[in-house]
């Protein structure tokens, strides 16, 4: 069993920064590709990153591509999305989770493990 918690989420003005952390519990960290999802009101979830198990591949949506940067710390069972030059669009609540295996993928469905959220508001 994976818990995540994530945190790091605020109001920000566009253009603005902020850096969401997770901490994962559990020794298996280290053998999971994390992602980075987020869901605005009446929207469905999306995928916004994702970092293998070993952090050597990422992946990120075209909507976030130059300005968040994913990365873990295997150590500390940690995974951050930094986020720069944030517009009101990336306005959601943004979403940590694990999967059972290294590799990425983008699709909510092969995500076994799900953190509650943490919420990011852009003011323009």
């Known amino acids: 069993q994976v818990q995540l918690v994530e945190s790091g989420g605020g109001l920000v003005q566009a253009g603005g920064s902020l850096r969401l952390s997770c901490a994962a519990s559990?020794?298996?960290?280290?053998?999971?590709?994390m992602g980075w999802f987020r869901q605005a009101p009446g929207k469905e979830r999306e995928f916004v990153s994702a970092?293998?198990?070993?952090?050597?591949?990422?992946y990120y949506a075209d909507s976030v591509k130059g300005r968040f940067s994913i990365s873990r710390d295997n150590a500390k069972r940690a995974v951050y999305l930094q986020m720069n030059s944030l517009k009101p669009e990336d306005t959601a609540v943004y979403f940590c989770?694990?999967?059972?295996?290294?590799?990425?993928?983008?699709?909510?469905?092969?995500?076994?493990?799900w953190g509650q959220g943490t919420q990011v508001t852009v003011s323009s």
């Open positions: 970092i293998s198990s070993s952090g050597g591949s990422t």
């Open positions: 559990g020794r298996t960290f280290s053998t999971r590709a």
């Open positions: 989770a694990a999967r059972n295996t290294y590799n990425i993928r983008t699709s909510t469905n092969e995500y076994n493990y």
